[in-house]
């Protein structure tokens, strides 16, 4: 039985060759929560409303550019898919027709921010947190370009197994913003102390350092010759058209997504400063806990992506086995912490002085935290399922499954809040919950095995 499960474990799909990808995009994934988290616990020693407003406004930002990670991110299995099946020169094809698109919509972006911004004023938010959400949101959209082609670079990379490169890209990219966070919110070494804005630099600068090592790789002799990038540089349509198809729905389903999660934190929000405080703490835990399985549906997407170009849908299925106790491994840790030491993950967030707004919010985000245990083993099986899927080109079932269960969250959440008024723990148990039946919704969809017959090229 032992030889069998050691002999599974290094099958094409295995456990080996998933944590081949796995464990660098876990790094990379690890490395952008660590951004992420690090930008609101400075902030949080600034003031609650700035720590809530780089959440509102970080999330503003990101429902304006899902749809077109989306789309772009959906070259990872196009990628994969040209290389499991031997056209090498057609994955960097992919690659530039993504970079088409996020030139494109840059601009668009710029062009929507003031009417997502606009919003804010409809949340009943303090007028202080409203203006500090404006300021977080301008400087990320104004320098969202590095980030776009960061991560459609990084999709190349990931596409065709090489994820230790988007690794290194990621963690340089922590440790610039890191350090400066540091520098730019509090004012030292001389800079100014700019707080919302210096977190948001800090986010852009870094990820231009990474893009900057992922362009050299890109174009270093082994890649450029292996792939023939030189002539990669010009409009395909049949590929465009593919990137399209297969992309659309998965950027759909994060900008869907996106802009329910966006609902869901302005009506938590509305409750009260000390209810913001508590549902941001929560809600970074969260981000912490969910970004590193990000990191397994990446390299699952690829696997699967690989082995359904190559015509192996058995190993794709493999594939998604090892995500899920690779998955469930990780989130077995998550849980421990949720449920024994929540008040200590809490109080990580206090600000330097005392705030009577932060001490009412330890207990409501300690039973969020809590809650949250709920679902954290759901969720490394999840995205293992859909990253197969997705691999695989079934991607408009995923996003109507997706995008249904955010959406059955606002409505009742808005029952919960405005009509029963029953606190802020006892909502986010309901959506929890329901979060649970969709999961069992994509189980059902992956054993049915529909998508081991689709197929994305010849």
């Not at 776009?148 to 340089?172: D, E, N, P, Q, Y």
């Not at 835990?285 to 969910?290: G, P």
């Not at 008040?343 to 039973?367: C, G, K, M, N, Q």
Request: hydrophobic share 55%; aromatic share 14%; net charge positive.
């Amino acid at each position: 039985m032992q030889l069998n499960q050691r002999l599974n474990n290094h099958k094409p799909g295995g456990i080996h060759d998933l944590l081949a990808i796995a464990l660098p995009m876990v790094v990379s994934t690890a490395a952008d929560g660590v951004m992420t988290f690090t930008d609101r616990l400075f902030l949080a020693r600034v003031g609650s409303e700035q720590m809530n407003a780089a959440l509102g406004g970080g999330v503003s930002y990101q429902m304006l550019l899902f749809f077109f990670m989306g789309l772009t991110g959906y070259s990872t299995a196009l990628v994969a898919q040209y290389y499991g099946s031997g056209a090498l020169r057609k994955a960097p094809q992919a690659t530039f027709q993504a970079i088409i698109i996020t030139l494109i919509a840059w601009p668009v972006i710029l062009l929507l921010k003031p009417l997502a911004q606009s919003f804010f004023y409809t949340m009943h938010l303090s007028t202080t947190q409203i203006h500090y959400q404006i300021q977080y949101m301008d400087v990320l959209a104004w320098g969202g370009l590095f980030g776009m082609l960061r991560m459609t670079m990084g999709c190349f990379f990931a596409g065709i197994g090489k994820s230790k490169i988007v690794m290194v890209a990621s963690v340089t990219a922590m440790l610039v913003n890191v350090t400066l966070d540091y520098i730019l919110i509090f004012g030292k070494f001389g800079f100014p102390a700019m707080g919302v804005q210096g977190a948001a630099l800090a986010t852009v600068i870094g990820g231009l350092s990474a893009l900057i090592l992922l362009l050299a790789a890109y174009f270093s002799p082994d890649y450029r010759i292996r792939f023939d990038i030189g002539h990669s540089f010009r409009f395909q349509p049949a590929i465009m058209k593919k990137l399209i198809k297969y992309g659309y729905p998965a950027g759909l389903e994060m900008f869907l997504n996106f802009l329910a999660f966006f609902l869901m934190t302005a009506m938590y929000q509305s409750q009260g400063q000390a209810e913001a405080t508590a549902v941001t703490i929560m809600f970074n835990y969260d981000l912490v806990s969910f970004i590193p399985l990000i990191g397994i549906e990446i390299a699952v997407t690829s696997l699967a992506g690989r082995y359904m170009g190559a015509g192996r849908p058995q190993a794709a299925h493999r594939s998604a086995l090892s995500a899920i106790k690779t998955g469930m491994v990780y989130s077995v840790l998550i849980l421990i912490l949720f449920l024994l030491i929540p008040e200590t993950l809490v109080r990580v967030f206090h600000p330097h002085e005392y705030s009577a707004y932060f001490e009412t919010a330890v207990p409501i985000a300690v039973d969020m935290i809590r809650i949250a245990s709920l679902y954290v083993l759901a969720q490394a099986i999840m995205v293992s399922l859909i990253g197969t899927l997705r691999g695989a080109g079934d991607t408009f079932y995923t996003m109507m499954v997706s995008v249904g269960a955010s959406w059955t969250f606002i409505p009742l959440l808005y029952l919960c809040l405005y009509v029963f008024h029953t606190s802020v723990p006892f909502a986010w148990f309901i959506i929890v919950a329901i979060y649970l039946i969709f999961c069992f919704v994509i189980y059902k969809r992956f054993k049915s095995e529909k998508w081991k017959k689709l197929q994305i090229i010849k």
